[in-house]
């Protein structure tokens, strides 16, 4: 599903990533490294949004930069969530195109009750916010689920509701970034800076 060959990426002379080779197949992967790694950098390059220096990049066959159709099966839950804030989380989940039912169904699990699900979401805590743009991500349909620090926002009984959603999910790519120790275990742990 993404495969990465020669990957570099350098700001302002510093190279903050260097990815000779990476394969990554459908399951759920822990990016792992201390701040300042790339680990945010690498999701952003595998979703489109922030070109490499150089290096070739395969999401699903196809290239993030140029291919629209790879593009929109990739989604992307970063620091800033993304969400409108005068919509309700149900309203959100109408604007992203979301599946009513599933997303509904996310949002049980992780933990989020039908009452403030209903406020508009600029009156929502951190945690809230993470918990409806994870359920938008998870019920859009999308192949590929990137997630910047999902978990550090949450509650302990949500972070293991999250950890056995992502776990069920079958058929996806998922990766989700980490610099301390969170309640999952995936397919495989990518360390940056990347060593084989």
């Not at 390059?45 to 099966?73: C, N, Q, S, W, Y």
């Amino acid at each position: 599903m993404v495969e990465i060959k020669d990957l570099k990426k350098v700001y302002s002379g510093r190279e903050v990533l260097n990815i000779p080779h990476l394969r990554l197949r459908s399951g759920v992967y822990i990016l792992r490294g201390p701040n300042g790694s790339g680990k945010s950098t690498l999701l952003r390059i595998l979703a489109g949004i922030t070109r490499p220096t150089r290096g070739e990049v395969k999401v699903l066959g196809g290239d993030p930069f140029k291919d629209h159709t790879v593009r929109r099966m990739i989604a992307w839950v970063g620091h800033r969530t993304g969400l409108v804030e005068d919509l309700n989380a149900y309203e959100n989940a109408s604007f992203f195109g979301c599946d009513p039912e599933g997303f509904r169904a996310f949002l049980e699990r992780l933990g989020l009750d039908g009452k403030t699900a209903l406020r508009p979401v600029r009156t929502f805590s951190r945690g809230e916010r993470v918990k409806v743009s994870i359920a938008v991500s998870l019920s859009s349909g999308k192949s590929v689920i990137l997630l910047d620090e999902p978990f550090p926002p949450l509650d302990v009984k949500s972070r293991e509701a999250l950890s056995r959603t992502l776990l069920s999910m079958r058929g996806k790519l998922i990766v989700i970034t980490a610099h301390g120790d969170i309640p999952i275990r995936g397919e495989g742990s990518i360390k940056l800076p990347f060593q084989t």
